[in-house]
């Protein structure tokens, strides 16, 4: 079954610290996979997406089809980037469109 | 300004008593969902829609009912409420175009009280 895995509820680090947030998946196919966050009284929104091979906001994500991963990484942590991230996986559907797995989203928490 | 709108925020409601969940989008998006938040399992899609009259179950479906008859609205309805559907529900819309490239624009959320 497609699924995907954040094995951190909470991941809390010093600010200048790096940051590796984890995102497995289990998809026969070809994943597309995405980061969402969601800042503390803000709606959840697109940080980055796997295809488009982008950084935002200083936050890097390679998706490593060897070891089904999609790890969310930043090299040095700011404050305000602490919010809740989710990893999401698109699968096409039979119907000619999408449906969206999440996964259960880490707490990032930069300390000062 | 371009959004993704919900209505209420904030509901309280007792066991069996049916109610909707609005939700719109002022983008021209063809595709809608319905997410729930509960802590400890994330976001789950409760149902999709495509376009005008075309919906699909995403993975939590029971218990729910949506409906698409306009472009811009996709309410969620829940016809006899019960306390396991206590929950922050989410809407979301982007535009189907299905390329990689695309962006879910997701409302505040609607948290749900069911006693």
């Known amino acids: 079954a497609q699924r995907v895995t954040q094995p951190e509820k909470l991941l809390s680090v010093f600010k200048g610290a790096p940051v590796e947030l984890k995102c497995n998946y289990s998809?026969?196919?070809?994943?597309?996979l995405f980061w969402y966050v969601q800042y503390s009284r803000q709606r959840l929104q697109l940080l980055l997406r796997?295809?488009s091979r982008e950084s935002i906001k200083g936050f890097t994500a390679d998706l490593n089809k060897g070891e089904t991963s999609f790890h969310l990484k930043k090299p040095f942590a700011q404050e305000e980037d602490s919010a809740m991230y989710y990893c999401?996986?698109?699968?096409?559907?039979?119907?000619?469109?999408?449906?969206?797995?999440f996964g259960t989203g880490t707490r990032l928490k930069v300390l000062a | 300004e371009a959004q993704v709108t919900q209505n209420p925020r904030y509901l309280i409601t007792v066991t069996g008593k049916k109610l909707t969940v609005t939700c719109s989008q002022n983008m021209n998006h063809e595709y809608m969902s319905w997410y729930r938040q509960d802590p400890g399992l994330g976001l789950r899609q409760i149902y999709y829609s495509m376009n005008v009259e075309v919906t699909d179950k995403g993975d939590v479906p029971e218990g729910y009912k949506v409906s698409r008859k306009e472009k811009r609205n996709f309410p969620l309805i829940l016809e006899s409420p019960s306390p396991n559907q206590t929950s922050l529900y989410f809407c979301a819309s982007r535009e189907n175009s299905g390329g990689a490239t695309d962006t879910q624009y997701f409302g505040p959320g609607t948290r749900l009280t069911v006693l």
């Open positions: 999401a996986l698109r699968l096409p559907t039979t119907s000619g469109t999408y449906k969206y797995i």
């Open positions: 998809y026969s196919g070809s994943p597309e």
């Open positions: 796997h295809i």
